[in-house]
């Protein structure tokens, strides 16, 4: 499907629901000797994340295709900001939603579900076990299952709406380099498709947090531990990335791992400059410098602010303000 089929606005229910609107761009520096990193403000979409993009994508063409319509029920397997962007599409679309969370997911985003409408249901363990208890709550039950991980609409909004965004918004209408951590994949393949359709040949850089200890076992994504900390790669089950990185277009990836105590410490430095993030966009920033130490101060390197610092408040990011220390 083209983007002239895929209008601004489409009826949905009797009402007309929007694409989301364009967030600014912004030149963001934290270190003078590498100049600034052109950063895309995700944290101002409608539910605080950069996933109101597949959200509402997703939800939008499965209507379209008529597997979802007025009442039905839609779950997802999600850490949490697809999930508070899926009830918050839900709600305004006449749907009902559940929610299947990790249990050490923060209560600050269960209760943004919540607030929406949507219904939580914890899992113990991994997001492996999360997936599954998803997935067969989506078969027993007839619910359409938005399958973030696996869902090639997911890459597709960020090619289509937020990679054509950034390229508008930049002065020269190119960038050199694109870089995002990698939680389903789908930010940083989609942006780097819509770049690499343009012409910029932009290098992609996959942000990966990491506790910093060797470990042995993980063949697919990296040889340290990843941080539980800091959103990023879920124990390698993205279909998404993995497809994406073993394909043609996607051999050239460069993977940068950041330890998770300078994730945290960047974050507090954009908070001091008025950026309201998560560790996520700690992360991507200190990737983004990396990959400036590697292009050059002059390099047009773009990354994403993912989302909003309130689903964080019981992290340990915020313990220090908490008065823990």
Known sequence: MTAELLPRSVPVGGRYIRQIPPTPLVPVTLDAALGPVWCKLEFMNPSGSTKDRIARHILEKAWRRGEI???DTVVEASSGSTSIALALACAQMGLKFVAFIPSSATNERGLMIRAYGGEVRRVEGGMALVLEAAEEAALANGWFAARQFANPDNA?????????????QMECGCVDAVVSG??????????WEAFDDAGCGAKAYAAIP????????????????????????????????KEWRESARGREIEEV????????????????LGYPVGPSSGLNYAAALEAKRRLGKEARVVTVFPDRMERYFSHRVFAELRGEG
């Not at 597709?156 to 508008?168: D, Q």
């Not at 994949?185 to 989609?190: E, P």
Request: net charge negative.
């Open 156 to 168: 597709e909004a960020h090619r289509m709406f937020t990679g054509p965004e950034i390229l508008a």
């Open 257 to 272: 791992t950041v330890g998770e105590e300078l994730c945290l410490e960047l974050t507090q430095k954009l908070w001091a």
């Open 210 to 241: 990491c506790e910093g200890r060797a470990f042995n076992d993980n063949a697919e994504c990296a040889s340290l531990i990843f941080s539980k900390e800091v959103p990023g790669v879920a124990d390698c089950l993205s279909l998404l990335y």
């Open 69 to 71: 319509r007025g009442g």
């Open 182 to 191: 990698v939680g389903t994949g789908g930010t940083l393949r989609g942006l």
